[in-house]
């Protein structure tokens, strides 16, 4: 059935660096954009970023800009989040999503959520 | 920047309708979706386009739109629909953006 199953998370310092891993399953990865989404603990959903099914456009949240970047690897089936410089605000459950778009490349909902892989920035 | 604004909190009796709205600027301009989230689980995604819902997703959630604001409403409400709702949009000059999040109690 159509999975995303997200890995990588865990406690890192102030400044450290962490890579998240997205692996999909199910459905044909390189149809789709893919969206990086976290939640801090209590609180709601926030965007991060998203990638076109080529790779060739991305966005980031003005939170992230300059210190994440995300990839995907179509051949593997797999998104990526490379998380740099890493701050006590970015401690949150990072959720992996399969994202609906047309061919104009207008973004209309994500139709399917990862588990999700919590990461915690901290000393 | 783009917000998207809900109510912290819904309450509606249990049979009864309960709707939930999301005001933005000119967001009757863009399409709206929605996300029901329950408590330890990922979101789900029960309407896009404003008003389509995904396969699995029950009749009684519907949604509409106009001028600046997104309206979820779930008909004949149940206690399985007691969650956490986010709505969403997106542009090419804002990217993505969600609503601060509604809690409904079903009383």
């Known amino acids: 059935q159509v999975q995303l199953v997200e890995s990588g998370g865990g406690l890192v310092k102030p400044g450290g660096s962490l890579r998240l891993s997205c692996a999909a399953s199910?459905?044909?990865?390189?149809?789709?954009?893919m969206s990086w989404i976290r939640q801090a603990p209590g609180k709601g959903l926030e965007w991060v970023s998203y990638?076109?099914?080529?790779?060739?456009?991305?966005y980031y949240a003005d939170s992230v800009k300059g210190r994440f970047t995300i990839s995907r690897d179509n051949a593997k089936n797999s998104l990526y989040l490379q998380m740099n410089s890493l701050r006590a605000e970015d401690t949150a459950v990072y959720f992996c999503?399969?994202?609906?778009?047309?061919?104009?490349?207008?973004?209309?909902?994500?139709?399917?959520w990862g588990q999700g892989t919590t990461v915690t920035v901290s000393s | 920047s783009y917000e998207l604004s809900q109510p912290p909190s819904v309450s509606v009796s249990p049979l009864q309708t309960a709707s939930i709205t999301c005001s933005g600027d000119?967001?009757?301009?863009?399409?709206a979706s929605w996300y029901q989230q329950k408590p330890g689980q990922s979101p789900v995604l029960v309407i896009y386009?404003?008003?389509k819902r995904p396969s699995g997703i029950p009749e009684r959630f519907s949604g509409s739109s106009s001028g600046n604001t997104a309206t979820l409403t779930i008909s004949g409400t149940q206690a399985m629909d007691e969650a956490d709702y986010y709505c969403?949009?997106?542009?090419?000059?804002?990217?993505?953006?969600f609503g601060g999040g509604t809690k409904l109690t079903v009383l």
């Open positions: 999503t399969r994202d609906l778009s047309d061919t104009s490349g207008y973004l209309y909902g994500m139709d399917v």
């Open positions: 199910g459905f044909t990865f390189s149809d789709y954009y």
């Open positions: 990638i076109t099914s080529s790779g060739t456009t991305i």
């Open positions: 000119k967001l009757g301009d863009r399409y």
């Open positions: 386009q404003d008003s």
């Open positions: 969403q949009t997106w542009d090419s000059s804002i990217a993505v953006v």
